[in-house]
């Protein structure tokens, strides 16, 4: 019998394609691999089908799912496995979903909704969930909020340093360090939080910063030059890359580590961190998951990104009160992820991140 019911040129990369044989035996060829991460043969699908196929018939199946792209020999032993192209097309029909044990959802809950915490903690602790449950890495990528601010102050720490506490409406708490003179009287340090606070109060920075640089230039000479140096200074720190700046949350990544069996793949893992790492990438993730609704399954070389580590990545986007998308959760595993299991379980924790934030 043909892999195709319709000609190999028209459709080899979608599950129309395929005829019902076809589909049974790739799909066990799949599950086999998420299972093992072992080639599989034709012996091993033949006993999962209870012997309805005899191995020759199996193994003319899986060649010409290895013709279409859909499978590769990894060596020239008699097993296969599926290919980047393979596992897409399984992820994008073949797959079924299951939900959530309750469990599972109460392990999630426990992490995230925990009264008192500030965004950066739930979004730690959600990491933390999503690494232990899935047994995989756990990234969190979400802008610098830009929250209107309830309180600035400058704290004296040594000569020539000083800690800057911004605590934001939301109940983020961010602390700066500066660089000052090692001169500086304490009373221009209070004098530059009380003109900040005054200002900076029930907005957010980048409103701020452009209200109070003009107002520095008219009234520089009612401030002394240090103070108005420290002022300057501040909001610079604060303001810089305003909107663009991007917080990464990594857990887990012993997983992902434990998760690669070839030597030869740890450079390319050690890599993959490396790229996650830098402000580039976050921003990428980023659009990447604002272009689609729901849940994003990115598979191996389909993102460059993740290609480079023959990894996957399974990630969903979190909203603030207004619906806008804020952030991205998920897990980055190898590429036998089981993707029925972590699928529900990214999708589960994005919306339970956003309910809790928008409150």
Not at 135 to 146: E, F, N, R
Not at 322 to 330: C, D, K, L
Not at 335 to 344: D, E, G, K, Q, S
Request: charge should be negative; proline fraction near 4%.
């Amino acid at each position: 019998m043909s892999l195709f019911d319709a000609p190999h040129t028209a459709a080899a990369n979608t599950v129309a394609a395929l005829n019902e044989r076809s589909r049974e035996i790739f799909r066990h060829i799949v599950e086999a691999y998420v299972e093992t991460g072992e080639p599989v043969g034709s012996r091993t699908i033949a006993r999962k089908l209870n012997g309805s196929l005899s191995p020759a018939s199996i193994r003319n199946v899986m060649a010409d799912l290895e013709y279409a792209g859909l499978l590769f020999a990894p060596h020239t032993s008699a097993g296969r496995l599926p290919s980047e192209a393979g596992l897409r097309l399984f992820v994008s029909g073949l797959l079924q979903v299951g939900g959530l044990d309750t469990t599972e959802r109460a392990a999630i809950d426990a992490h995230c909704l925990a009264a008192g915490r500030t965004t950066e903690e739930v979004l730690s602790q959600a990491t933390n969930a999503l690494a232990g449950l899935a047994q995989c890495t756990s990234i969190v990528v979400a802008p610098k909020t830009d929250a209107p601010l309830k309180h600035i102050e400058f704290v004296p720490l040594k000569p020539g340093r000083a800690l800057v506490v911004m605590v934001s409406e939301d109940g983020t708490v961010e602390n700066r360090l500066l660089d000052i003179p090692a001169d500086m009287p304490p009373s221009s340090l209070v004098e530059a939080g009380n003109f900040l606070s005054a200002r900076l109060t029930g907005k957010t920075i980048a409103e701020a910063q452009r209200e109070i640089l003009e107002e520095l230039t008219s009234r520089r000479a009612q401030l002394d030059e240090i103070t108005s140096s420290l002022v300057a200074q501040g909001l610079a720190t604060w303001g810089g890359g305003a909107g663009k700046d991007s917080a990464l949350i990594i857990k887990g990544q012993a997983h992902l580590l434990s998760n690669i069996n070839a030597l030869e793949d740890l450079e390319r893992v050690r890599q993959l961190f490396a790229a996650l790492e830098t402000r580039e990438q976050i921003v990428r993730v980023l659009d990447l998951v604002a272009k689609g609704d729901g849940v994003q399954i990115f598979i191996g070389a389909q993102n460059e990104l993740f290609g480079m580590a023959g990894c996957s990545m399974v990630v969903a986007p979190f909203m603030n009160s207004r619906e806008q998308i804020v952030g991205a959760i998920g897990v980055v595993g190898p590429t036998r992820l089981n993707y029925a299991r972590i699928i529900p379980m990214v999708d589960y924790t994005a919306r339970l991140v956003g309910r809790v934030l928008g409150q």
